[in-house]
């Protein structure tokens, strides 16, 4: 696209759906060609092309990278194998001393993740509500090196101010990462809150179409980019070709699916808000909701994901899975097709149940990802369930 950029700085949306597009210049091919080779020739001795080896670089996973580093406005990105791959490449970069402050309703994986590479003495970590200002003060002043953030959170759609707690962690000497999985960039750009990292599972928006497993990082800084660019090569934590290139073909609709998926996110949440057999709903578009502020500040939509919690515990959640139509029931987000997950038996089993219980994950907790599908279809579906329960 480079000889077509008329423009210093193009939109968002432009970058996601045009990245590449056309920049072949072999056979002039409209969409990016795919790189399988592992290797790649050297021109002569002592003379390497752009590329040498599939793990150090490939250019399909280039490309991809750079689309998402602009969308997200940092300096780069390195693409790798999933989205907890991403995370720990970061972590990679830590040391025993460093201590790793992260949110106590994160995403399941990443408290895994983060528990058995502390049990492993690679650093420390400490888990607080950032919602909660005095906590999260008292957990700063021990003097944490990175700051984890997900807003909104998963699954119980927290929502937390990136700015503020960004201004905080840098007077406090920390640096932040925010996990923008559940909102991808079309809706939230965490670098341009202050953030200084921002990574993805891009298997979830970015991707789109639940067929691939993959990861980014993106930072603000150069030299933050290029030390976790040679951290990947170091241990391998790549992408592979195909993947980025089903990605970046995902990524192409982004935007619009975003949009598409957010209005029926809405309605859904009205329309479960207004059920007698709903005890809550957790939606950040809801004016209900306790972050709705925060999220209309710093989001440009609500997005697609939101759980809610059954009256009849348990039973009713048996109840309303064994009814509900058009939401599968799988783990996973961020797809056209739209998913119904119990994150206490599913996404957060890990945790356990006392992590959970801190967490406020309660056992009737279902969390939806919507999709695609035709708006009254999708709540024809969720009658079915939530009239069994
Ligand atoms: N972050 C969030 C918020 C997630 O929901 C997930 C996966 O569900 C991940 C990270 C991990 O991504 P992956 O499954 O690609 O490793």
């Not at 193009?10 to 970058?15: G, M």
């Not at 060609?33 to 040498?52: G, V």
């Amino acid at each position: 696209m480079a000889e077509k950029s008329f423009k210093s700085e193009l939109a968002c949306e432009t970058i996601a759906a045009t990245h590449g597009v056309a920049s072949d210049t072999a056979f002039g091919a409209v969409v990016p060609p795919l790189y399988l080779s592992s290797t790649f020739t050297f021109e002569a001795f002592d003379q390497p092309r752009t590329y040498d080896y599939g793990r150090s670089g490939n250019p399909g996973r280039d490309m991809l990278a750079e689309a998402l580093a602009k969308l997200e406005g940092g300096a780069g990105a390195v693409v790798t194998s999933s989205g907890m791959a991403a995370l720990d490449l970061l972590l990679g970069l830590l040391g025993p001393d460093d201590l790793v402050l992260a949110p106590h309703d994160c995403y399941g994986g990443t408290y895994r993740l983060l528990m058995a590479r502390a049990g492993r003495r690679q650093f420390r970590v400490a888990f607080v509500d950032q919602s909660d200002g005095p906590a999260l003060a008292t957990a700063l002043a021990d003097e944490p090196s990175l700051v984890l953030v997900e807003t909104p959170s998963n699954p119980l759609m927290r929502v937390v101010d990136i700015a503020a707690i960004s201004a905080l962690a840098k007077a406090a000497g920390a640096l932040v990462a925010v996990d923008n999985t559940f909102l991808s960039p079309a809706l939230q750009r965490p670098l341009l809150l202050g953030a200084d990292y921002v990574f993805h599972s891009t298997t979830k928006y970015l991707n789109g179409h639940s067929d691939v497993i993959g990861g980014a990082i993106i930072a603000t800084h150069p030299a933050r980019v290029n030390v976790l660019r040679r951290w990947s090569n170091v241990v391998g934590t790549i992408g592979a070709p195909f993947d980025a290139w089903l990605t970046l073909r995902g990524l192409r609709t982004l935007f619009p699916r975003v949009e598409r998926q957010q209005q029926n996110a809405m309605a859904i949440a009205e329309h479960l808000e207004r059920h007698t057999a709903v005890l809550r709903v957790h939606y950040p578009g809801l004016s209900s909701h306790p972050g709705h502020e925060v999220a209309h500040r710093q989001q440009r939509g609500f997005g697609a994901m939101l759980s809610f919690e059954l009256a009849g515990g348990v039973p009713a959640v048996q109840r309303f899975l064994a009814n509900v139509r058009m939401f599968t029931l799988a783990e996973s987000l961020g797809g056209v097709e739209s998913l119904v997950s119990h994150p206490a038996t599913m996404t957060h089993a890990d945790m356990g149940e006392e992590a959970r219980r801190v967490a406020g994950i309660d056992n009737g907790l279902l969390r939806l990802s919507v999709g695609l599908e035709n708006q009254d279809d999708l709540i024809a579906g969720l009658e079915r369930g939530l009239a069994a329960c």
